[in-house]
DNA sequence: CTCAAGAGTTAGCATCGGCTAACATTTGAG
DNA sequence: CTCAAATGTTAGCCGATGCTAACTCTTGAG
Protein backbone atom coordinates (compact mmCIF):
# COMPACT_ATOMS: atom_id res chain seq x y z
CA UNK A 1 0.00 0.00 0.00
CA UNK A 2 1.15 3.36 -0.38
CA UNK A 3 4.51 3.40 -1.75
CA UNK A 4 7.35 5.08 -0.36
CA UNK A 5 6.67 9.08 -1.59
CA UNK A 6 10.05 9.84 -2.06
CA UNK A 7 13.55 9.08 -0.25
CA UNK A 8 13.57 5.25 1.48
CA UNK A 9 13.62 6.97 5.13
CA UNK A 10 11.23 5.97 7.53
CA UNK A 11 9.93 8.80 8.84
CA UNK A 12 11.57 8.94 12.57
CA UNK A 13 14.97 9.05 10.10
CA UNK A 14 13.27 11.94 8.38
CA UNK A 15 12.13 13.28 11.82
CA UNK A 16 15.78 13.04 13.02
CA UNK A 17 18.11 14.32 10.44
CA UNK A 18 15.87 17.11 10.19
CA UNK A 19 16.20 18.15 14.22
CA UNK A 20 19.80 17.64 13.92
CA UNK A 21 20.03 20.11 11.07
CA UNK A 22 17.47 23.00 12.51
CA UNK A 23 19.53 23.10 15.95
CA UNK A 24 22.21 24.82 13.93
CA UNK A 25 20.12 26.25 11.46
CA UNK A 26 20.26 29.96 13.57
CA UNK A 27 23.25 29.92 14.72
CA UNK A 28 22.81 27.38 17.47
CA UNK A 29 24.83 24.34 19.06
CA UNK A 30 24.52 20.88 17.71
CA UNK A 31 21.87 18.99 19.38
CA UNK A 32 22.90 16.09 22.38
CA UNK A 33 20.54 12.90 23.11
CA UNK A 34 18.86 14.81 25.81
CA UNK A 35 17.65 17.60 23.62
CA UNK A 36 16.36 15.02 20.85
CA UNK A 37 14.78 13.11 23.82
CA UNK A 38 12.94 15.94 24.58
CA UNK A 39 12.02 17.20 21.40
CA UNK A 40 10.51 13.60 20.60
CA UNK A 41 8.84 12.84 24.11
CA UNK A 42 10.81 9.78 24.15
CA UNK A 43 14.07 8.70 26.69
CA UNK A 44 17.77 8.73 26.26
CA UNK A 45 17.72 5.16 25.60
CA UNK A 46 15.74 5.26 22.61
CA UNK A 47 17.81 8.48 21.08
CA UNK A 48 20.66 6.97 21.56
CA UNK A 49 19.87 3.69 19.68
CA UNK A 50 18.33 5.71 17.08
CA UNK A 51 21.33 7.97 16.55
CA UNK A 52 23.05 4.25 16.54
CA UNK A 53 20.97 3.09 13.31
CA UNK A 54 21.55 6.89 11.40
CA UNK A 55 24.96 6.53 12.05
CA UNK A 56 24.84 2.63 10.62
CA UNK A 57 22.66 4.43 7.61
CA UNK A 58 25.55 6.91 6.28
CA UNK A 59 23.01 9.31 7.55
CA UNK A 60 24.74 10.56 10.57
CA UNK A 61 28.62 10.70 12.06
CA UNK A 62 28.80 10.50 16.21
CA UNK A 63 31.20 8.76 18.72
CA UNK A 64 30.19 7.86 22.06
CA UNK A 65 29.54 11.23 24.02
CA UNK A 66 30.60 13.39 20.95
CA UNK A 67 28.94 15.86 19.01
CA UNK A 68 25.98 14.28 16.91
CA UNK A 69 26.73 15.73 13.18
CA UNK A 70 25.08 15.19 9.64
CA UNK A 71 26.85 13.47 7.02
CA UNK A 72 26.52 15.54 3.36
CA UNK A 73 23.85 12.85 2.65
CA UNK A 74 22.27 13.35 6.06
CA UNK A 75 22.37 16.86 5.55
CA UNK A 76 20.70 16.87 1.85
CA UNK A 77 18.15 14.60 3.11
CA UNK A 78 17.28 17.24 6.04
CA UNK A 79 17.00 19.52 3.33
CA UNK A 80 14.67 18.17 1.26
CA UNK A 81 12.66 18.02 4.47
CA UNK A 82 12.96 21.38 5.50
CA UNK A 83 12.16 21.80 1.78
CA UNK A 84 8.91 19.69 1.85
CA UNK A 85 7.62 21.24 5.46
CA UNK A 86 8.01 25.10 4.25
CA UNK A 87 6.48 24.73 1.09
CA UNK A 88 3.53 22.61 2.56
CA UNK A 89 3.43 25.31 5.19
CA UNK A 90 2.70 28.12 2.47
CA UNK A 91 0.36 25.86 0.32
CA UNK A 92 -1.48 25.72 3.61
CA UNK A 93 -1.90 28.77 4.55
CA UNK A 94 -2.45 30.51 1.27
CA UNK A 95 -4.33 27.53 -0.39
CA UNK A 96 -6.71 25.97 2.60
CA UNK A 97 -7.18 29.26 4.48
CA UNK A 98 -4.91 27.89 7.78
CA UNK A 99 -3.46 30.69 10.26
CA UNK A 100 0.15 30.92 10.50
CA UNK A 101 -0.05 29.67 13.61
CA UNK A 102 -1.92 26.89 12.65
CA UNK A 103 0.57 24.98 10.19
CA UNK A 104 3.15 23.46 11.99
CA UNK A 105 1.37 20.30 12.67
CA UNK A 106 -0.18 19.75 10.04
CA UNK A 107 2.97 20.13 8.02
CA UNK A 108 4.78 18.02 10.06
CA UNK A 109 2.62 15.21 9.10
CA UNK A 110 1.98 15.61 5.76
CA UNK A 111 6.18 16.03 4.50
CA UNK A 112 6.33 12.72 5.66
CA UNK A 113 3.83 11.44 3.18
CA UNK A 114 3.25 13.82 0.12
CA UNK A 115 5.40 12.76 -3.12
CA UNK A 116 8.42 14.81 -4.50
CA UNK A 117 6.25 15.36 -7.06
CA UNK A 118 3.50 17.24 -5.24
CA UNK A 119 6.03 19.38 -3.77
CA UNK A 120 7.20 20.14 -6.96
CA UNK A 121 3.50 21.19 -7.92
CA UNK A 122 3.25 23.05 -5.14
CA UNK A 123 6.25 25.28 -5.55
CA UNK A 124 5.05 25.71 -9.16
CA UNK A 125 1.42 26.64 -7.64
CA UNK A 126 3.12 29.40 -5.16
CA UNK A 127 5.23 30.40 -8.25
CA UNK A 128 8.55 29.39 -6.42
CA UNK A 129 8.01 31.10 -3.17
CA UNK A 130 11.39 32.68 -1.13
CA UNK A 131 10.28 32.58 2.20
CA UNK A 132 7.33 30.46 4.66
CA UNK A 133 5.03 31.81 6.39
CA UNK A 134 7.23 32.41 9.15
CA UNK A 135 10.06 34.23 7.30
CA UNK A 136 12.25 30.68 6.72
CA UNK A 137 13.78 30.26 3.32
CA UNK A 138 12.78 27.54 1.58
CA UNK A 139 15.97 25.31 0.27
CA UNK A 140 15.77 24.44 -3.60
CA UNK A 141 14.93 21.11 -5.05
CA UNK A 142 18.49 20.15 -4.92
CA UNK A 143 19.06 21.40 -1.36
CA UNK A 144 20.60 24.50 -1.24
CA UNK A 145 19.26 27.23 1.13
CA UNK A 146 20.15 31.17 0.83
CA UNK A 147 20.01 32.03 4.63
CA UNK A 148 21.29 35.75 5.34
CA UNK A 149 24.72 35.57 6.50
CA UNK A 150 24.16 38.17 9.65
CA UNK A 151 20.85 37.14 10.86
CA UNK A 152 20.64 37.83 14.32
CA UNK A 153 18.78 37.03 17.33
CA UNK A 154 16.49 39.73 19.03
CA UNK A 155 18.21 39.26 22.13
CA UNK A 156 21.07 40.73 20.41
CA UNK A 157 20.09 43.54 18.80
CA UNK A 158 21.12 46.82 19.56
CA UNK A 159 18.65 49.61 19.46
CA UNK A 160 18.13 51.65 16.14
CA UNK A 161 18.73 48.17 14.12
CA UNK A 162 16.30 48.43 11.36
CA UNK A 163 15.36 44.93 10.55
CA UNK A 164 12.80 42.06 9.20
CA UNK A 165 11.39 39.91 11.38
CA UNK A 166 11.80 35.78 10.97
CA UNK A 167 9.69 33.51 13.90
CA UNK A 168 9.96 30.36 14.68
CA UNK A 169 6.97 28.25 14.10
CA UNK A 170 6.72 25.71 16.66
CA UNK A 171 5.52 27.86 19.26
CA UNK A 172 1.62 28.01 17.92
CA UNK A 173 0.64 30.25 21.45
CA UNK A 174 3.51 32.86 20.85
CA UNK A 175 2.59 33.19 17.52
CA UNK A 176 -0.56 33.81 18.36
CA UNK A 177 0.98 36.54 21.12
CA UNK A 178 3.30 37.88 18.04
CA UNK A 179 0.08 37.90 15.58
CA UNK A 180 -1.72 39.83 18.39
CA UNK A 181 0.81 42.66 18.44
CA UNK A 182 1.13 43.04 14.92
CA UNK A 183 4.69 41.05 15.06
CA UNK A 184 4.47 39.54 11.48
CA UNK A 185 7.32 37.87 9.92
CA UNK A 186 8.86 39.30 6.93
CA UNK A 187 7.65 42.37 8.42
CA UNK A 188 10.10 45.45 9.34
CA UNK A 189 10.72 46.30 13.26
CA UNK A 190 12.83 49.10 14.89
CA UNK A 191 15.04 48.29 17.74
CA UNK A 192 14.26 50.91 20.71
CA UNK A 193 15.83 49.96 23.64
CA UNK A 194 17.16 47.06 25.07
CA UNK A 195 18.32 45.86 28.92
CA UNK A 196 20.69 43.46 28.98
CA UNK A 197 19.95 42.73 33.00
CA UNK A 198 16.48 42.45 32.48
CA UNK A 199 16.85 40.49 29.35
CA UNK A 200 14.03 42.77 27.83
CA UNK A 201 13.76 44.53 24.29
CA UNK A 202 11.86 47.00 23.04
CA UNK A 203 10.60 47.14 19.52
CA UNK A 204 8.46 49.12 17.63
CA UNK A 205 6.28 47.74 14.21
CA UNK A 206 5.81 48.51 11.29
CA UNK A 207 2.19 49.66 12.84
CA UNK A 208 4.20 51.57 15.02
CA UNK A 209 3.03 49.50 18.32
CA UNK A 210 6.03 49.79 20.97
CA UNK A 211 6.41 45.92 21.92
CA UNK A 212 8.82 44.82 25.37
CA UNK A 213 9.86 40.97 24.56
CA UNK A 214 11.44 38.73 27.05
CA UNK A 215 12.74 35.59 27.37
CA UNK A 216 12.69 32.80 25.39
CA UNK A 217 10.36 35.36 22.76
CA UNK A 218 13.56 37.14 21.99
CA UNK A 219 15.29 34.29 20.68
CA UNK A 220 12.51 32.83 18.88
CA UNK A 221 12.62 36.20 16.53
CA UNK A 222 15.49 36.43 14.47
CA UNK A 223 16.62 39.86 13.28
CA UNK A 224 17.74 39.97 9.48
CA UNK A 225 19.12 43.32 8.00
CA UNK A 226 17.05 45.23 5.37
CA UNK A 227 19.05 46.15 2.38
CA UNK A 228 17.98 50.02 2.78
CA UNK B 1 6.39 12.98 16.72
CA UNK B 2 3.05 13.94 14.55
CA UNK B 3 0.30 13.40 16.00
CA UNK B 4 -2.31 11.12 15.26
CA UNK B 5 -3.83 12.71 12.57
CA UNK B 6 -7.32 11.55 12.71
CA UNK B 7 -8.28 7.71 14.51
CA UNK B 8 -6.53 5.66 16.40
CA UNK B 9 -5.93 3.53 13.90
CA UNK B 10 -2.35 2.50 12.40
CA UNK B 11 -2.34 3.17 8.61
CA UNK B 12 -2.18 -0.58 7.83
CA UNK B 13 -5.68 -0.93 9.76
CA UNK B 14 -6.87 1.94 7.56
CA UNK B 15 -5.80 0.41 4.35
CA UNK B 16 -7.50 -3.19 5.21
CA UNK B 17 -11.28 -1.48 6.49
CA UNK B 18 -10.88 0.23 3.21
CA UNK B 19 -10.00 -2.84 1.09
CA UNK B 20 -12.42 -4.90 2.28
CA UNK B 21 -15.19 -2.37 1.99
CA UNK B 22 -14.13 -1.31 -1.57
CA UNK B 23 -14.29 -5.07 -2.40
CA UNK B 24 -18.47 -4.49 -2.21
CA UNK B 25 -18.53 -1.16 -3.06
CA UNK B 26 -20.17 -2.01 -6.85
CA UNK B 27 -21.57 -5.12 -6.08
CA UNK B 28 -18.71 -7.35 -5.68
CA UNK B 29 -17.86 -10.62 -3.52
CA UNK B 30 -16.65 -10.56 0.08
CA UNK B 31 -12.68 -10.22 0.15
CA UNK B 32 -10.50 -13.32 0.45
CA UNK B 33 -6.88 -13.95 2.68
CA UNK B 34 -5.24 -14.15 -1.18
CA UNK B 35 -6.81 -11.80 -2.48
CA UNK B 36 -5.65 -8.91 0.12
CA UNK B 37 -2.13 -10.42 0.01
CA UNK B 38 -2.14 -9.95 -3.62
CA UNK B 39 -3.44 -6.22 -3.13
CA UNK B 40 -1.04 -5.32 -0.95
CA UNK B 41 1.54 -6.90 -2.02
CA UNK B 42 2.19 -9.55 0.96
CA UNK B 43 2.06 -12.74 1.88
CA UNK B 44 -0.78 -14.77 2.79
CA UNK B 45 0.40 -15.82 6.38
CA UNK B 46 0.57 -12.01 6.78
CA UNK B 47 -2.85 -11.09 5.86
CA UNK B 48 -3.96 -13.98 8.22
CA UNK B 49 -2.52 -12.53 10.88
CA UNK B 50 -3.40 -8.64 10.46
CA UNK B 51 -6.74 -9.72 10.01
CA UNK B 52 -7.04 -11.93 13.39
CA UNK B 53 -5.44 -8.41 15.16
CA UNK B 54 -8.52 -6.67 13.44
CA UNK B 55 -10.47 -9.04 14.40
CA UNK B 56 -8.97 -8.43 18.28
CA UNK B 57 -9.61 -4.81 17.92
CA UNK B 58 -13.09 -5.14 16.82
CA UNK B 59 -13.02 -3.36 13.38
CA UNK B 60 -13.62 -7.34 11.47
CA UNK B 61 -15.46 -10.52 11.96
CA UNK B 62 -13.73 -13.86 10.99
CA UNK B 63 -13.83 -17.37 11.63
CA UNK B 64 -10.92 -19.32 10.14
CA UNK B 65 -11.84 -20.25 6.55
CA UNK B 66 -14.92 -18.30 6.86
CA UNK B 67 -16.05 -14.46 5.28
CA UNK B 68 -14.36 -11.63 5.96
CA UNK B 69 -16.88 -8.98 7.58
CA UNK B 70 -16.58 -5.45 8.62
CA UNK B 71 -18.19 -4.98 12.02
CA UNK B 72 -19.50 -1.52 12.02
CA UNK B 73 -16.85 0.38 13.69
CA UNK B 74 -15.25 -0.98 10.57
CA UNK B 75 -17.45 0.08 8.32
CA UNK B 76 -17.54 3.71 9.58
CA UNK B 77 -13.93 3.95 9.56
CA UNK B 78 -13.34 2.76 5.98
CA UNK B 79 -15.95 5.12 4.71
CA UNK B 80 -14.10 7.74 6.30
CA UNK B 81 -10.92 6.81 4.73
CA UNK B 82 -12.93 6.50 1.52
CA UNK B 83 -14.44 10.34 2.11
CA UNK B 84 -10.89 11.34 2.61
CA UNK B 85 -9.12 9.53 -0.34
CA UNK B 86 -11.87 11.09 -2.46
CA UNK B 87 -11.66 14.48 -1.26
CA UNK B 88 -7.68 14.52 -1.68
CA UNK B 89 -8.33 13.07 -5.38
CA UNK B 90 -10.69 15.66 -6.12
CA UNK B 91 -8.54 18.20 -4.33
CA UNK B 92 -5.29 17.36 -6.47
CA UNK B 93 -7.06 17.58 -9.40
CA UNK B 94 -8.70 20.67 -9.13
CA UNK B 95 -6.19 22.72 -7.35
CA UNK B 96 -2.98 21.09 -8.34
CA UNK B 97 -3.35 20.27 -11.96
CA UNK B 98 -3.28 16.38 -11.20
CA UNK B 99 -4.54 14.48 -14.32
CA UNK B 100 -7.32 12.35 -12.65
CA UNK B 101 -5.11 8.84 -13.48
CA UNK B 102 -2.59 10.46 -11.50
CA UNK B 103 -4.23 10.85 -8.30
CA UNK B 104 -4.76 7.35 -6.97
CA UNK B 105 -1.42 6.90 -5.52
CA UNK B 106 -0.76 10.37 -4.27
CA UNK B 107 -4.31 10.28 -2.25
CA UNK B 108 -3.49 6.17 -0.59
CA UNK B 109 -0.65 8.24 1.04
CA UNK B 110 -1.95 11.66 2.01
CA UNK B 111 -5.65 9.80 3.53
CA UNK B 112 -3.21 8.76 6.15
CA UNK B 113 -1.31 11.59 6.92
CA UNK B 114 -3.97 14.43 6.33
CA UNK B 115 -5.63 15.99 9.83
CA UNK B 116 -9.64 15.98 9.65
CA UNK B 117 -9.77 19.85 10.02
CA UNK B 118 -7.74 19.25 6.64
CA UNK B 119 -10.29 17.06 5.31
CA UNK B 120 -13.01 19.54 6.12
CA UNK B 121 -11.20 22.43 4.68
CA UNK B 122 -11.03 20.46 1.83
CA UNK B 123 -14.58 20.12 1.45
CA UNK B 124 -15.35 23.71 2.38
CA UNK B 125 -13.08 24.79 -0.38
CA UNK B 126 -13.99 22.53 -3.04
CA UNK B 127 -17.68 23.08 -1.96
CA UNK B 128 -18.55 19.79 -0.70
CA UNK B 129 -18.53 17.95 -3.82
CA UNK B 130 -20.52 15.16 -4.74
CA UNK B 131 -18.10 12.80 -6.78
CA UNK B 132 -14.91 12.33 -6.99
CA UNK B 133 -12.81 12.80 -10.52
CA UNK B 134 -13.38 8.76 -11.27
CA UNK B 135 -17.35 9.62 -10.74
CA UNK B 136 -17.46 8.16 -7.09
CA UNK B 137 -19.62 9.40 -5.08
CA UNK B 138 -17.64 10.85 -1.28
CA UNK B 139 -19.47 9.75 2.16
CA UNK B 140 -20.17 12.39 4.32
CA UNK B 141 -18.44 13.11 7.59
CA UNK B 142 -20.63 10.77 9.25
CA UNK B 143 -20.06 8.05 6.78
CA UNK B 144 -23.16 8.56 5.03
CA UNK B 145 -22.57 7.54 1.09
CA UNK B 146 -25.38 8.14 -1.56
CA UNK B 147 -25.10 5.29 -3.99
CA UNK B 148 -27.04 4.66 -7.20
CA UNK B 149 -29.60 1.79 -6.14
CA UNK B 150 -28.97 0.49 -9.41
CA UNK B 151 -26.03 1.03 -11.00
CA UNK B 152 -24.61 -1.82 -12.89
CA UNK B 153 -21.17 -2.89 -14.87
CA UNK B 154 -20.56 -2.24 -18.53
CA UNK B 155 -20.75 -6.13 -18.80
CA UNK B 156 -24.28 -6.42 -18.38
CA UNK B 157 -25.24 -3.58 -19.67
CA UNK B 158 -28.08 -3.89 -22.50
CA UNK B 159 -27.93 -2.03 -26.06
CA UNK B 160 -29.89 1.01 -25.60
CA UNK B 161 -28.83 2.19 -22.48
CA UNK B 162 -28.72 5.54 -21.26
CA UNK B 163 -25.83 6.15 -18.69
CA UNK B 164 -23.35 7.66 -16.93
CA UNK B 165 -19.72 6.90 -16.32
CA UNK B 166 -17.85 5.77 -12.83
CA UNK B 167 -14.53 4.35 -13.24
CA UNK B 168 -12.56 2.59 -10.99
CA UNK B 169 -9.71 4.84 -10.11
CA UNK B 170 -7.04 2.25 -9.63
CA UNK B 171 -5.70 1.22 -12.75
CA UNK B 172 -3.45 4.36 -14.40
CA UNK B 173 -2.61 2.90 -17.47
CA UNK B 174 -6.40 2.02 -18.03
CA UNK B 175 -7.81 5.47 -16.87
CA UNK B 176 -4.90 7.07 -19.50
CA UNK B 177 -6.86 4.64 -22.51
CA UNK B 178 -10.18 5.81 -21.72
CA UNK B 179 -9.69 9.40 -21.58
CA UNK B 180 -8.01 8.83 -24.80
CA UNK B 181 -11.16 7.54 -26.00
CA UNK B 182 -13.50 10.19 -24.72
CA UNK B 183 -14.94 8.18 -22.15
CA UNK B 184 -15.12 10.75 -18.74
CA UNK B 185 -16.52 9.80 -15.51
CA UNK B 186 -19.76 11.20 -15.10
CA UNK B 187 -19.93 11.54 -18.68
CA UNK B 188 -23.38 10.31 -20.69
CA UNK B 189 -23.08 7.02 -23.17
CA UNK B 190 -25.10 5.12 -24.86
CA UNK B 191 -24.61 1.19 -25.01
CA UNK B 192 -24.69 -0.25 -28.52
CA UNK B 193 -24.11 -3.66 -28.67
CA UNK B 194 -23.37 -6.44 -26.57
CA UNK B 195 -21.33 -9.88 -27.30
CA UNK B 196 -21.80 -11.91 -24.24
CA UNK B 197 -19.41 -14.93 -25.81
CA UNK B 198 -16.46 -12.85 -26.85
CA UNK B 199 -17.40 -10.18 -23.69
CA UNK B 200 -17.24 -7.62 -25.82
CA UNK B 201 -19.20 -4.13 -25.30
CA UNK B 202 -19.44 -1.30 -27.90
CA UNK B 203 -20.55 2.23 -26.41
CA UNK B 204 -20.98 5.53 -28.26
CA UNK B 205 -19.70 8.31 -26.22
CA UNK B 206 -20.85 11.78 -25.58
CA UNK B 207 -18.80 12.96 -27.99
CA UNK B 208 -19.49 10.47 -30.93
CA UNK B 209 -16.97 7.89 -30.83
CA UNK B 210 -17.38 4.16 -30.65
CA UNK B 211 -15.89 2.37 -28.17
CA UNK B 212 -14.98 -0.87 -28.03
CA UNK B 213 -14.64 -2.61 -24.74
CA UNK B 214 -13.44 -6.40 -23.46
CA UNK B 215 -12.64 -8.10 -20.40
CA UNK B 216 -11.53 -5.68 -17.08
CA UNK B 217 -12.35 -2.98 -18.89
CA UNK B 218 -15.69 -3.99 -19.12
CA UNK B 219 -16.18 -4.55 -15.58
CA UNK B 220 -14.17 -1.21 -14.43
CA UNK B 221 -17.13 0.86 -15.72
CA UNK B 222 -20.30 0.85 -14.03
CA UNK B 223 -22.83 2.76 -15.53
CA UNK B 224 -25.38 4.59 -13.26
CA UNK B 225 -28.68 5.44 -14.98
CA UNK B 226 -29.45 8.59 -16.15
CA UNK B 227 -32.75 10.32 -14.20
CA UNK B 228 -33.94 11.42 -17.67
C1' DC C 1 -15.81 -40.13 -3.70
C1' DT C 2 -11.03 -39.18 -3.62
C1' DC C 3 -7.23 -36.58 -3.33
C1' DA C 4 -4.27 -33.01 -4.97
C1' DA C 5 -4.27 -28.13 -5.57
C1' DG C 6 -5.40 -24.05 -3.55
C1' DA C 7 -6.57 -21.37 0.49
C1' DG C 8 -5.70 -20.37 5.14
C1' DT C 9 -3.17 -20.97 9.47
C1' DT C 10 0.61 -21.64 12.69
C1' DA C 11 5.42 -21.69 14.23
C1' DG C 12 9.63 -19.61 14.39
C1' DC C 13 12.39 -15.87 13.21
C1' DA C 14 13.85 -10.81 12.12
C1' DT C 15 13.66 -5.72 12.43
C1' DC C 16 12.10 -1.43 14.15
C1' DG C 17 11.06 1.54 17.63
C1' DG C 18 10.07 1.90 22.23
C1' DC C 19 10.63 0.98 27.36
C1' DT C 20 13.20 0.47 32.30
C1' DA C 21 17.11 -0.42 34.96
C1' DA C 22 21.76 -0.47 35.51
C1' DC C 23 26.06 1.01 34.17
C1' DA C 24 29.77 4.31 32.20
C1' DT C 25 31.55 8.73 31.12
C1' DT C 26 31.93 13.71 31.35
C1' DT C 27 31.64 17.96 33.50
C1' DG C 28 31.14 21.64 36.58
C1' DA C 29 30.42 23.38 41.53
C1' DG C 30 32.70 23.73 45.42
C1' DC D 1 40.97 18.41 42.32
C1' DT D 2 37.10 15.79 43.62
C1' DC D 3 32.90 13.88 43.32
C1' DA D 4 28.03 14.21 42.52
C1' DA D 5 24.96 15.44 38.95
C1' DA D 6 24.14 15.30 34.29
C1' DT D 7 24.70 12.91 30.20
C1' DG D 8 25.11 8.88 27.36
C1' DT D 9 25.26 3.76 26.68
C1' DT D 10 24.10 -1.07 27.23
C1' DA D 11 21.30 -5.06 28.45
C1' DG D 12 17.11 -7.14 28.44
C1' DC D 13 12.44 -6.78 27.64
C1' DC D 14 7.98 -5.80 24.70
C1' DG D 15 4.60 -5.25 20.71
C1' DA D 16 3.73 -4.40 15.83
C1' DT D 17 4.55 -5.89 11.39
C1' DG D 18 6.80 -8.52 8.21
C1' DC D 19 8.95 -12.98 6.38
C1' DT D 20 9.55 -18.40 5.17
C1' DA D 21 8.42 -23.05 5.92
C1' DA D 22 5.47 -26.34 7.26
C1' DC D 23 1.18 -27.54 8.46
C1' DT D 24 -4.25 -27.97 8.04
C1' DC D 25 -8.61 -27.33 5.90
C1' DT D 26 -11.66 -26.93 1.73
C1' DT D 27 -13.01 -27.75 -2.71
C1' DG D 28 -13.39 -29.19 -7.35
C1' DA D 29 -11.61 -32.33 -11.30
C1' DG D 30 -11.69 -36.62 -12.50
Same mark, same amino acid.
Given at each position: %??? #??? &??? &? +? ?8 ? $????? $??? @??? +? ?15 ? @???K???? !????T ?6 I ?13 ? !? ?5 ? =? ?8 ? $? ?7 ES????? *? ?12 ? #????P ?5 ? &? !?D??? !? ?5 ? +?????A ?8 I????S ?11 ? #?? *? ?16 V ?12 ? =???? %??? #? =???
Amino acid at each position: %MSK #PAK &SDL &S +STAEDYVKAI $WSARE $WGG @EPT +SITALAERFGTTRATVS @ETIKRLTA !RGLVTHEPYKEIALTPTGELEALLMV !RRHRLLE =TFLVTTLGYG $WDEVHDEAESLEHAA *STRMIDRIDDVLGH #PDHDPHGDPIP &S !RDGVI !RHPASAV +SLAEAAPGDYCIVRISDSDSDRLVYFDEQGLL #PR *SPINVQSQDDRAGTTTVVTAHGNLVALAGDA =TRAI %MLV #P =TPH
